[in-house]
């Protein structure tokens, strides 16, 4: 097997059993003691994750990232081809009972088009997990998925597995570790790196093509220390307190679809190319 073969397959194998950690993690109503006793509990795959995850974002390797993929140097590809491309990542476990990438994409949008939501936030739904090609470039699954935070600051104890922050080079540098750190007070999350993932990469392809509540819910959809435990009062902006009912109002759809009924792909593909249409060029940078 290739390495990037081997990347693929690891990669998805770390998704599933990610997936389903914060979809019981994040369940309504639970006390911070519910929320350690439940994080002790997952598989160890999992906490090996954030352990490495934890220890490698740091706001150097952030810079780098952002260097390297906010050029949007990697290829040309339409959302349709983007999607198709994200599809070809190998999942190892039961093909039957476990969805293919475009499944998950098509089930959140589906559900939040059954809901009445306007049709940007369909079509947010329908490609805010297309970062995760990031995988298909060989970046490590640590690069990819999981909850994002900010880095050059404090960590917040809020977020998963604080613990293995001890690990990261950035605990050693005093000017990163004080409240705001790099940041000026309430600057505002446009000016704060986050850890690297595929929320900001999708985010930035997009950016001049969906209304801004749009690109709040893509950036900022795996920053669960802020949207759902409600840290980082001090960075955020007012700007940014207005757009959270909107990333709060996507949370859902991405975390609880999952149980639905399998989308048919090849039905729904004309309404979808029609929606994309609507909004995007034919070929976007990436
Ligand atoms: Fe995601
Ligand atoms: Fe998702």
């Known amino acids: ?59 150097d390797f952030v810079l780098g990232k952002e260097e390297e993929y ?3 140097r990697k290829r040309a590809m339409s959302i349709w081809e983007a999607a198709e491309f994200l599809n070809t990542l190998v999942d190892e ?29 369909v079509l947010t739904g ?21 909850d994002t935070f900010p880095v050059g600051c404090a960590y917040s104890d809020t977020i998963v597995f604080p613990e293995y922050f001890a690990q990261n080079p950035d605990m050693g540098v005093a000017e990163y570790q004080t409240q705001y750190g790099i940041y000026e007070p309430n600057c505002g999350l446009n000016n704060v790196h ?16 969906l209304p801004e509540p749009a690109l709040y819910m893509l950036r900022y959809h795996s920053f669960y220390a802020w949207h759902q435990q409600g840290a980082y009062q001090h960075l955020v902006s007012d700007h940014d307190k207005e757009m959270l009912p909107w990333v709060k109002k996507f949370n859902p759809y991405d975390l609880y679809s999952k149980g639905a009924a399998k989308p048919n792909v090849k039905e729904l593909k004309p309404w979808y190319d029609e929606l994309i249409a609507e909004f995007f060029p034919d070929k976007l940078d990436w």
């Not at 059993?17 to 350690?36: C, L, Q, T």
């Not at 476990?93 to 936030?121: C, F, N, V, Y």
């Not at 329908?126 to 998925?145: M, N, R, S, T």
């Open 1 to 59: 097997m290739t390495d990037t073969a081997m990347a693929t397959r690891n990669s998805l194998a770390i998704e599933d059993d990610w997936s389903g950690f914060v979809a019981g993690r994040y369940r309504e109503g639970k006390s911070e003691s519910e929320f350690r006793n439940y994080d002790a509990a997952v598989v160890p795959r999992v906490a090996e994750f954030y352990k490495t995850n934890h220890a490698c974002q740091t706001l």
């Open 194 to 209: 986050m850890s690297w993932g595929h929320d900001a990469y999708v985010a930035h392809v997009v950016r001049d093509y």
């Open 126 to 146: 329908f490609i805010h997990d297309l970062g995760k090609v990031l995988c298909l470039y060989g970046e490590p699954q640590w690069a990819v998925v999981g």
């Open 70 to 72: 906010f050029a949007l």
């Open 93 to 121: 476990s039961d093909p039957d009972t476990d969805l293919t990438q475009i499944e998950h994409l098509l089930q959140t949008s589906e559900a939040i088009r059954k809901d009445g939501h306007p049709r940007w936030m």
